[in-house]
């Protein structure tokens, strides 16, 4: 089971790192060679065969280009659940146009605690 230390601690960049639109923040936890994927890198890099990021400048720059392009966005974290080797955070988002949104984000993580794979997941 993946200790509560780093759940919490994964938690809290992602909380923090969003709400504050800090790309340090939120990058902090992941690995050097992290894979990525989420419904939304397709429409954010224009690309309908790319739905997966691997490697932590890729993704840092695809979280770069989020936060730009998404100002003003909300995340109230409802829930953490912790596995094995994962954290799955469950979450409601909020544009500024006042849409609502729900999500849950799955983090593998390491040995060392660094985040490996992540995957976003929405609401249909």
């Not at 909380?15 to 902090?28: C, V």
């Not at 894979?35 to 691997?54: E, Q």
């Not at 840092?60 to 955070?89: F, K, M, Q, W």
Request: net charge negative; aromatic share 10%.
């Amino acid at each position: 089971m993946l200790d509560d230390a780093t759940a919490e601690k994964l938690r809290q960049h992602w909380d923090q790192g969003w709400n504050g639109e800090d790309l340090d923040t939120i990058m902090a936890p992941f690995a050097g060679n992290v894979v990525f994927s989420s419904p939304f890198i397709t429409a954010l890099t224009g690309d309908p065969a790319k739905a997966t990021i691997t490697g932590y400048d890729a993704l840092r720059a695809y979280v770069g280009d989020a936060l730009r392009s998404h100002p003003g966005i909300r995340y109230t974290l409802e829930g953490t659940y912790t596995g094995t080797d994962a954290v799955v955070l469950v979450y409601t988002f909020r544009l500024p146009d006042g849409t609502v949104g729900h999500g849950a984000d799955s983090m593998r993580v390491d040995a060392a605690g660094q985040v490996t794979e992540w995957r976003c997941h929405y609401a249909s």
